[in-house]
C-alpha cells in the first residue's frame, strides 16, 4: 500500500543538479532550504562538481553532494569533443546511482555542466524531472530538459523555453525578505557611511569587473565633492584606492567583497554592476533602481537579463565600453542627485520583482510527483 501523501505535498527525496557558478548554485541553494523549512524530514541529494563553488557552499549547508565529472558539451572537433561521450556516460552512470541510492522521487535541474547527465539519469530511470532555467536565453542543458518535461521554470517572462512557465528566481532569504528603509540605519553604520547622503553601490560581483573599478576610481574625488558616497566592492584581488577622506565631502568605502550582501542593498539608493541574473533579480525584488553594464563577452544573455527591467524604466543599460570616468561624472552623478527619478526608478523596479520563487518552483516540485 503505498504511503499517504505528505501535507506539503512535497515528495520525500529530491536530487538537485547544478553548478559551476553562483547562477547555477545560488538558486538551487534557495530552494533547498524552502524544501526543508516546508518538509524538514526531506532527504536532498545535489549533484555537482569538485571545482564548482558547490564543492564549498553545498557542504556548508549540510547538505550531501555527489560529484560527477564535468562535461562540458563540445561545440567544435576538438580532442574533448572526441570523448564527450564516454565522459558523458560516466557522468549519467553517477547521476542514475545517487537516483537509485537516494529513492530520488524528482530530478530538479538547474542548467550547467551537471543538469545533462542528470535528465539522462532520470529519463534512464523514469524519474520525473523539474528544469529551472535562471537566464533569458537558455543554455543547452536546459534546452534539453524541458524537451523531457511538463515541469519547466523560467526567470524571466521573455525566456523562449519550450513549457516555461515564469516562477521567478529562487533567492536566499536574506534578499527575499529584506525591508531596506528598515535595515538601512544597521547598513550605514554597518559600513561606516553617513545616514543623509545618497549612497552608490558599485559592484562586479565577486570577481569584481575591471572595467567598472577603473572608470569608478578615475571619478572617485568627482562623486565624493558631490556629496555622493560610494560603496565600491572591487571583486577578490582587484585593488582600487579611494580618495582621501576631504572634510565636507563625502565618504568613499572600498572592499574587496562583502558577505552582507542584504546589508548593501539596504544602504544604497542607486547600484552600478553587471546584468547576471542573480544581480537583476535580486535588484528588482529589493526594488533598487540599477544601471546595468552587461559583460562585453559571452552569447549576449546579460543584456536579454536586464532587457524586462529597463524596458519598465526600473533600470538602464550601458555599454561595457561607453563605461568611463567622464561617464561616471555625466550620467551617473546627475542621476543619483535627482531624488525623484531615482524613488521612480526604484518604483518600477519592484514591481518587476519576484520574492518568492522559491515557492513558486517548489510548486512545480509538487505538480511533478503528483
Known amino acids: 500500500m503505498a504511503a499517504a501523501p505528505h501535507p506539503s505535498g512535497l515528495p520525500g527525496s529530491v536530487l538537485l543538479a547544478g553548478g559551476?557558478?553562483?547562477?547555477?548554485?545560488?538558486?538551487?541553494?534557495?530552494?533547498?532550504?524552502?524544501?526543508?523549512?516546508?518538509?524538514?524530514?526531506?532527504?536532498?541529494?545535489?549533484?555537482?562538481?569538485?571545482?564548482?563553488?558547490?564543492?564549498?557552499?553545498?557542504?556548508?549547508?549540510?547538505?550531501?553532494?555527489?560529484?560527477?565529472?564535468?562535461?562540458?558539451?563540445?561545440?567544435?572537433?576538438?580532442?574533448?569533443?572526441?570523448?564527450?561521450?564516454?565522459?558523458?556516460?560516466?557522468?549519467?552512470?553517477?547521476a542514475t546511482r545517487a537516483i537509485r541510492e537516494n529513492d530520488a522521487e524528482v530530478v530538479v535541474g538547474f542548467g550547467g555542466y551537471v543538469a545533462t547527465p542528470a535528465y539522462l539519469a532520470a529519463r534512464r530511470t523514469r524519474t520525473p524531472i523539474v528544469v529551472h532555467e535562471q537566464n533569458a536565453r537558455a543554455g543547452i542543458a536546459n534546452r534539453l530538459g524541458a524537451r523531457l518535461t511538463r515541469h519547466v521554470g523560467v526567470t524571466f517572462a521573455s525566456t523562449d523555453l519550450r513549457g516555461g512557465t515564469r516562477v521567478g528566481m529562487p533567492l536566499r532569504r536574506e534578499i527575499a525578505d529584506l525591508d531596506r528603509p528598515a535595515r538601512r540605519p544597521e547598513a550605514i553604520e554597518h559600513f561606516g557611511l553617513e545616514p543623509d547622503r545618497p549612497t552608490l553601490l558599485v559592484t562586479g560581483g565577486s570577481l569584481g569587473a575591471q572595467r567598472l573599478n577603473e572608470a569608478f576610481a578615475g571619478a572617485a574625488a568627482d562623486l565624493t565633492a558631490a556629496g555622493i558616497q560610494v560603496l565600491h566592492l572591487t571583486g577578490a584581488g582587484k585593488e582600487v584606492v579611494p580618495p582621501e577622506d576631504t572634510p565636507g565631502a563625502a565618504r568613499y568605502v572600498v572592499r574587496a567583497y562583502t558577505d552582507r550582501m542584504d546589508l548593501a542593498y539596504a544602504a544604497a539608493d542607486l547600484v552600478v554592476g553587471r546584468a547576471g541574473a542573480n544581480t537583476v533579480c535580486?535588484?528588482?525584488?529589493?526594488?533598487?533602481?540599477?544601471?546595468?553594464?552587461?559583460?562585453?563577452?559571452?552569447?549576449?544573455?546579460?543584456?536579454?537579463?536586464?532587457?524586462?527591467?529597463?524596458?519598465?524604466?526600473?533600470?538602464?543599460?550601458?555599454?561595457?565600453?561607453?563605461?568611463?570616468?567622464?561617464?561616471?561624472?555625466?550620467?551617473v552623478v546627475p542621476l543619483l542627485l535627482d531624488r525623484e527619478a531615482t524613488t521612480d526608478m526604484a518604483r518600477r523596479a519592484a514591481a518587476m520583482g519576484e520574492r518568492h520563487g522559491d515557492a513558486r518552483l517548489a510548486d512545480l516540485v509538487r505538480a511533478a510527483v503528483r
Not at 38 to 48: F, S
Not at 67 to 79: C, E, G, I, L
Not at 83 to 91: I, T
Open 20 to 94: 559551476g557558478t553562483a547562477g547555477h548554485v545560488s538558486p538551487l541553494l534557495a530552494l533547498a532550504e524552502h524544501l526543508r523549512e516546508q518538509r524538514p524530514d526531506i532527504r536532498i541529494r545535489v549533484l555537482g562538481t569538485a571545482e564548482g563553488l558547490e564543492s564549498r557552499l553545498v557542504p556548508e549547508r549540510g547538505l550531501e553532494l555527489v560529484v560527477v565529472p564535468k562535461v562540458p558539451m563540445p561545440r567544435r572537433p576538438s580532442v574533448i569533443a572526441a570523448r564527450f561521450p564516454q565522459l558523458l556516460a560516466v557522468a549519467v552512470n553517477v
Open 282 to 331: 535580486e535588484l528588482t525584488a529589493v526594488g533598487l533602481p540599477a544601471i546595468y553594464v552587461p559583460l562585453p563577452i559571452g552569447n549576449g544573455e546579460q543584456r536579454l537579463n536586464a532587457a524586462d527591467v529597463v524596458a519598465a524604466g526600473g533600470g538602464r543599460l550601458v555599454e561595457d565600453a561607453l563605461v568611463t570616468p567622464d561617464w561616471v561624472r555625466s550620467a
